[in-house]
C-alpha cells in the first residue's frame, strides 16, 4: 500500500541555517505530495503541493520538487527563523477518488536564536 | 483561519464513556475527513464523509462512528472508550474547485482525554 516516510526529529537548527527534512513515499500511480505544518497547539496548515512528477512547490520560502525518480519531496528552506518551529508532516494522496491523506510520522523543527 | 471549526476544544472523560465530537466544514466544501492523532501512530485516516454519505473507511474502530447532516456537517462518535483512545481528532474539508482538487483544510482539532 501507499506510505510516507520522512526523517526522524527532533531537528534543531541555529537561526539562518539551512533547513532540509527528508521525505520519501512508496505509492502506486501518481500520487499528489503535500507537506503540512503544525504549529504548537495548532491544527494542520498546508504549506505547499507539488501534483506532478518535476513540479516544485513553494511557500513561504519553502520549497520541495517531486522527484518520481527517487520517490523522494525534501523540504529546503536556505534560511530558517524562530517562528519557522514546528512540526512538518509530508503527505500523499493516491491515486483512488477519496481524498484521504496518507502523512508521515512528523519531524520537530526546534530553531533557536 | 482555515475555515473549518471544530467543537469542543478538549474534552476530558472516562473509561467507557461516549463523547461526540462536531465539525463543520469550509462553506462549499463537500467531503468531510477525521483523522486521529496519537503518540504511538501518528496521523491517521479515519473515515471520510462526501454530500452525506460515507465515502472511504480507514483504521476506524467499530466502537466509533460518524455521519454527516444536511447542512454538511459531521460528528463523529466514540464510545466505550478506553485509555487508548485519547488523541487528538482533526477534521477536515476538501475543496473539490479546479486546481485546487486535492487540497485538505484541517480544523483546529478535539483533545480528547479519557482518564
Known amino acids: 500500500g501507499n506510505s510516507v516516510t520522512q526523517m526522524e526529529g527532533p531537528v534543531t537548527l541555529s537561526e539562518e541555517a539551512f533547513l532540509t527534512i527528508n521525505c520519501t513515499y512508496t505509492a502506486t500511480g501518481y500520487p499528489s505530495l503535500f507537506w503540512y505544518v503544525q504549529y504548537p497547539g495548532e491544527g494542520l496548515q498546508l504549506l505547499l503541493k507539488a501534483t506532478k512528477a518535476d513540479d516544485k512547490g513553494s511557500n513561504k520560502g519553502f520549497e520541495a520538487t517531486y522527484r518520481k525518480e527517487t520517490t523522494s519531496f525534501h523540504l529546503e528552506k536556505g534560511s530558517v527563523q524562530v517562528s519557522d518551529s514546528a512540526v512538518y508532516f509530508c503527505a500523499l494522496h493516491g491515486s483512488s477518488n477519496t481524498g484521504k491523506l496518507i502523512f508521515g510520522q512528523g519531524t520537530t523543527l526546534q530553531v533557536k536564536p | 483561519d482555515s475555515g473549518v471549526t471544530q467543537t469542543p476544544k478538549h474534552l476530558i472523560t472516562a473509561t467507557g464513556q461516549r463523547v461526540t465530537l462536531r465539525c463543520s466544514p469550509r462553506?462549499?466544501?463537500?467531503?468531510v475527513y477525521w483523522y486521529q492523532q496519537s503518540l504511538d501512530q501518528g496521523l491517521q485516516f479515519l473515515i471520510q464523509y462526501y454530500n452525506g454519505e460515507e465515502r472511504a473507511k480507514g483504521n476506524i474502530l467499530e466502537r466509533f462512528s460518524a455521519q454527516q447532516f444536511p447542512d454538511l456537517h459531521s460528528e463523529l462518535n466514540l464510545s466505550s472508550l478506553e485509555l487508548g483512545d485519547s488523541a487528538l481528532y482533526f477534521c477536515a474539508s476538501r475543496a473539490h474547485t479546479s486546481g485546487r482538487d486535492n487540497e485538505q483544510f484541517f480544523g483546529p482539532g478535539t483533545r480528547l482525554t479519557v482518564l
Open positions: 462553506s462549499g466544501d463537500l467531503s
